[in-house]
């Protein structure tokens, strides 16, 4: 059964950083794309970033050069770096992860919350 445990949300005033990580059972890491979403009230859900199981990585265009998306195979382990946010990050992040031709797995998500 896979599983996705996200962890790292918070309150963080707006220039803060956070650090969220997510970290899965073996079987949906490996050969695995993983990606961060997230959902901010009243809104659809949009990608952030993505990680291919070969470390490439495709950021939303608007947040390049303040997220950063990465992996440690070792720990089954996608984090993503956050830094100079502002109220508009503020939304629920959840961890994705997808290989084609398999099923597609969630986490539950981790909140994360700026505010001065």
């Known amino acids: 059964q896979g599983q996705l445990v996200e962890s790292g949300g918070g309150v963080v005033q707006p220039g803060g950083s956070l650090r969220l990580s997510c970290v899965a059972t073996d079987l949906i890491f490996r050969f695995r794309d993983m990606s961060w979403y997230r959902q901010a009230p009243g809104k659809q859900r949009e990608l952030v970033a993505t990680?291919?199981?070969?470390?490439?990585?495709n950021y939303e265009d608007s947040l390049k050069g303040r997220f950063t998306i990465s992996r440690d195979n070792a720990k089954n382990t996608v984090s993503l770096e956050m830094k100079g946010l502002n109220p508009e990050d503020t939304a629920v992040y959840y961890c994705?992860?997808?290989?084609?031709?398999?099923?597609?797995?969630w986490g539950q998500g981790t909140q994360v919350t700026v505010s001065s």
């Open positions: 994705k992860s997808t290989r084609p031709g398999y099923a597609t797995y």
């Open positions: 990680i291919t199981s070969g470390g490439s990585t």
